[in-house]
């Protein structure tokens, strides 16, 4: 039985989401978006997000952090902010001492829709449905950080193993 | 009396470099390289940048950490790299309670080169003379971050301020 912190970072906005295998279906423990003070110093945003994370770990205690690797960026400044919320979240799993995993969006799409290529807003219904949730998580950056944990639970349950 | 951590960030390679004016003129109290090794993950290359940062932090307490923002990056990949490593750098000085500032690439050759647009091996020159070393430091990541270092330092001097 596993259970992953699937994380979808972003400086102005950190999705998670915590899910594990419970009697024969996956469930979401915990869910939510971190958002920072745009007004703030990009490093105390960094802070922010750093002690959201560790404290997220130190509460469900995951086998595994998830996250997307990066491949399309909409430009070199766009993937900069990412990467700055990124590497504070892969810390926080180092100091924590939880391995990282890392996917590509097309694996996290294939994992959760029937369709590889599927619109946004499939990812979100497929998640709501697969973890049983009364509602589609909003915005986006929760339902992808969801995605990408039970992108890791669904192909370490398919004997696929995950991807270090 | 302003003392001023620069550092270059790369996942691969940064640079970091302390400056202080003592006696009338730039010294640097310290200056170097911390290196990863390309073989560990992403997530222990950041902790192990995060915790030298910290203990150089540590050992030379400045009053402000100087990174340049990074407007040019040659491609998103490249700028996620470093947008992962500048954030632990940049996390590492909000949690030791120290400001951070950030310069263009230009001002920082601005103020270090007679010509704003020096050749890259002029940075390093002037940078060693300027701080009276006896080479220049090697290799261009070093250089860099003392460049951004002196930025500060020389600013500060001219009362121009610090960007925060």
């Given at each position: 039985m596993v259970r992953v912190l699937g994380v979808d970072p972003g400086t102005a906005a950190c999705g998670y989401g915590v899910v594990e295998k419970v009697g024969g279906r996956f469930v979401a423990l915990d869910y939510g978006l971190i958002r920072t003070a745009h007004t703030a110093p990009t490093a105390d945003r960094l802070q922010t997000i750093y002690r959201e994370i560790s404290a997220i770990l130190e509460r469900w205690r995951p086998d595994r952090v998830a996250v997307e690797e990066l491949?399309?960026?909409?430009?070199a400044r766009t993937a900069m902010a990412v990467g700055q919320a990124r590497g504070v979240v892969l810390l926080a799993a180092a100091l924590g001492g939880v391995p990282v995993v890392e996917y590509t969006p097309l694996e996290v799409k294939k994992s959760v829709t029937?369709?590889?290529?599927?619109?946004?807003?499939q990812v979100g219904h497929m998640v709501a449905l697969i973890l049983g949730?009364?509602?589609?998580?909003?915005p986006d950056d929760v339902a992808d950080a969801l995605a990408i944990a039970l992108c890791d639970g669904l192909r370490a349950e398919a004997g696929l193993g995950a991807v270090p």
């Amino acid at each position: 039985m596993v259970r992953v912190l699937g994380v979808d970072p972003g400086t102005a906005a950190c999705g998670y989401g915590v899910v594990e295998k419970v009697g024969g279906r996956f469930v979401a423990l915990d869910y939510g978006l971190i958002r920072t003070a745009h007004t703030a110093p990009t490093a105390d945003r960094l802070q922010t997000i750093y002690r959201e994370i560790s404290a997220i770990l130190e509460r469900w205690r995951p086998d595994r952090v998830a996250v997307e690797e990066l491949f399309f960026a909409r430009n070199a400044r766009t993937a900069m902010a990412v990467g700055q919320a990124r590497g504070v979240v892969l810390l926080a799993a180092a100091l924590g001492g939880v391995p990282v995993v890392e996917y590509t969006p097309l694996e996290v799409k294939k994992s959760v829709t029937t369709y590889g290529r599927g619109r946004k807003d499939q990812v979100g219904h497929m998640v709501a449905l697969i973890l049983g949730l009364p509602e589609v998580p909003h915005p986006d950056d929760v339902a992808d950080a969801l995605a990408i944990a039970l992108c890791d639970g669904l192909r370490a349950e398919a004997g696929l193993g995950a991807v270090p």
